[in-house]
């Protein structure tokens, strides 16, 4: 008797398997690998949203080169672990090319398996140097990179007046690179600005009082957070508790409307961020129609930027497909590295260069006002 | 002086949380020898059911301040105590005669379950509690920083420990979970109805968990259903810490580890504060095996 079961157990298996394989030989798979579940959802989940209405407005005007778009998504979780399992997940199911992820380790995971597979990846949300420093030749971001982003850290440090500032990071790819950058532009300066503090927390964590009755004995005048949201959103919340009103600056992974709900909205206000235009800031009649559109199927306007990035490398993506009338990947990486000029983004415009960054100057300050709004700084 | 005070009351209030879920570990396994690793997402739990009722039933609107507090208490403690027991009947007594590994890996399955329950109820983004329920004063002594929710937080954590430990030590009901304990079988011998005590540890347990969800909610606003994992860990560390099975134990170990963390920080690198809290834990362990106050074994006669 159980052996009978054991088998109708396999035979059920099997049918279900069988209904995995695809059903049309005429459609270009793109994958969207995203932070669909973990501390990062928001983010993931606004991705999908853009890049479902762009496939849906591709495919509603023919498709390209006549076959139509199969968006496949596979969730990262926010882990590299993760990262590296949905990225073979989409290489075996034959993408041509991939948008994703958020958070630089997490990228940084997958883009062995993609490029071994010679799997276009074209990254929105990974700002860290070290990504195209590897010499991937089927690796693209539409994000800036930290370099710049450092740069214009410094100068706003400088603008304000500082003199002793902190720097805090998480350990993490993207923050460590991001404050080790910093302080190396800061040392530069020689000696008119003092690094007072330097040093990591744990992610994940709650509880940030002991940092930061740490920071407050070094005594600085503002504090450089380079990590992500959830845990500046803490921080600053927890420095308001403890009554100390030293002005804290974010790098663009601190740039998320959660921040202002964990943190609430007085202790958020005065909390300054570098970042890439808001979608809401976003000059151009081409943002104005994608934000148009996302505003009529899901009732608000984007909060990412990410996702705004991530729609800019599909339609990237699409127009590399489109133009070169093939889905071969040597032949669209060099498009996208030689051919592709000033191509009209939501974000700007576009071209990489052959390291497979984005060309041009992208990052500008935000403050929080009183309300929680984002509010951009001259 | 008055940093290390004042990180002495930082490393106080985290400890007193991670006793309270500390507790929690260390009665299952003084029961029935496996370590319940479910019981972080127990605590995750709590600390969403508390979200729920504050923010869908709009509790503090209702009754106040000091009304929500012990309506909240009490519904988190008496639900995640309910759920803790569904636990146990569905995923570990069937496996009681089994050996003892077929328990844990159903207590790492229970745990992924209930965490990804709670992130297909709840969704995968960060909740936060409304703020103002609590008091937001503080006291200021001697220069120091102390808000009064976190003095709560510790003299409550204190007086539920010191208050079960009475329950375990004198009352007949204590002395049949600690003859379970002790050995099954001659508990049953004796007429103690073993299943009864076992569902009775499974209520006690994850209610304090629950207890100290709600408190974690309360105190850092930000809940989100991975949070379970990293506090479990450190709360099974710190019974560890204290000598599993013994309920003092896990109280002394989950201050002192809160203390450690919070000066580890402060005085070295904070960075490697987890690393120096789980060194100093391999150091107690190589001196004193069975942790700070012992392991409850059986004594053979």
């Known amino acids: ?378 | 002086m008055e940093n290390f005070f004042q990180q002495l009351l930082n490393g106080l209030s985290l400890g007193g949380i991670y006793a309270l879920i500390a507790l929690g570990y260390t009665m299952v396994y003084g029961v029935l020898k496996l370590i319940n690793f479910a019981h972080g997402d127990l605590f995750t739990i709590g600390s969403y059911i508390g979200f729920t009722l504050l923010v869908s039933f709009g509790l503090a609107d209702i009754t106040g301040p000091l009304g929500a507090l012990a309506v909240l208490c009490a519904v988190v403690m008496l639900s995640v105590a309910f759920l803790g027991a569904c636990l146990e009947r569905a995923a570990y007594r069937p496996l009681r005669h089994s050996p003892r590994l077929s328990a844990v890996v159903s207590a790492l399955g229970a745990s992924i379950f209930l965490q990804n329950a709670v992130m297909l109820i709840y969704g995968a983004k960060f909740h936060v509690y409304p703020q103002g329920i609590l008091t937001k004063s503080s006291l200021s002594l001697f220069g120091l920083y102390l808000p009064l929710v976190k003095v709560f937080v510790l003299f409550a954590s204190l007086i539920v420990m010191a208050l079960l430990y009475v329950f375990i030590q004198k009352t007949l009901t204590g002395a049949a979970i600690r003859a379970v304990a002790i050995d099954h079988r001659a508990a049953q011998l004796v007429g103690i109805n073993v299943d009864r005590v076992v569902t009775l540890v499974f209520l006690i347990g994850p209610a304090l968990g629950g207890l100290a969800g709600l408190m974690v909610g309360l105190l850092y606003g930000q809940i989100t259903f991975t949070m379970g994992w990293l506090y479990g860990l450190k709360a099974f560390t710190a019974a560890i810490l204290g000598g599993i099975g013994n309920i003092p134990g896990a109280m002394l170990g989950g201050i002192i580890l809160g203390v450690i963390e919070s000066m580890s920080s402060a005085y070295l690198s904070v960075a490697w504060k987890d690393a120096v809290t789980f060194f100093v834990l391999i150091l107690i362990l190589t001196v004193r095996p069975t942790g700070i106050l012992g392991e409850r074994v059986a004594e053979k006669v």
């Open chain 1, 1 to 378: 008797m159980k052996r009978a079961l054991f088998f109708v157990y396999i035979a059920i298996l099997s049918v279900f398997l069988l209904f995995q394989t695809s059903y049309s030989a005429d459609t270009i798979k793109i994958g969207l690998m995203a932070p669909m579940t973990g501390k990062w959802a928001s983010e993931g989940q606004e991705m999908k949203q853009v890049l479902d209405i762009l496939v849906e407005d591709v495919n509603s005007k023919g498709g390209v080169n006549g076959a139509k778009i199969e968006l496949i998504t596979e969730d990262d979780g926010g882990d590299p672990r993760t990262a590296a399992l949905a990225a073979q997940k989409l290489v075996t199911q034959k993408v041509v090319a991939v948008i994703g992820t958020y958070g630089s380790s997490v990228t940084e995971a997958s883009q062995g398996i993609f490029n071994e597979a010679k799997v276009i990846q074209i990254a929105n949300g990974s700002t860290a140097i070290r990504l195209t420093e590897k010499k991937l030749p089927y690796f693209f971001r539409t994000c800036p990179r930290d370099d710049e982003q450092a740069k214009v850290a410094v100068q706003t440090i400088k603008k304000l007046g500082v003199k002793n500032i902190a720097i805090l990071h998480d350990n993490t790819t993207y923050a460590k690179g991001l404050a080790e950058e910093a302080k190396t532009l800061i040392e530069k300066e020689g000696g008119a600005i003092k690094v007072v503090f330097f040093d990591a927390l744990t992610p994940g964590e709650q509880d940030y009082t002991a940092i930061l009755t740490k920071l407050k004995s070094a005594n600085p005048d503002m504090v450089f957070f380079t990590g992500y949201y959830p845990e500046a959103g803490l921080l600053l919340k927890q420095k308001k508790e403890m009554k100390w009103d030293v002005p804290f600056m974010g790098g663009d992974a601190t740039n998320n409307p959660d921040l202002v709900k964990i943190a609430g909205k007085e202790a958020a206000a005065g909390f300054y961020f570098l970042s890439a235009p808001l979608p809401k800031d976003l000059p151009g009649g081409e943002a104005k129609t994608l934000l148009n559109a996302f505003n009529q199927k899901y009732g608000h306007l984007p909060n990412s930027i990410y996702a705004v990035l991530a729609g800019d490398g599909f339609r990237v993506i699409v127009k590399a497909i489109e133009s070169t009338k093939s889905t071969d990947p040597d032949k669209l990486a060099n498009y996208l590295h030689k051919e592709l000029k000033d191509f009209p983004g939501f974000t700007g415009t576009i071209a990489f260069d052959e390291k497979g960054d984005r060309v041009g100057e992208v990052y500008r300050v935000y403050k929080v006002d009183e309300n929680g709004q984002f509010v951009l700084q001259p």
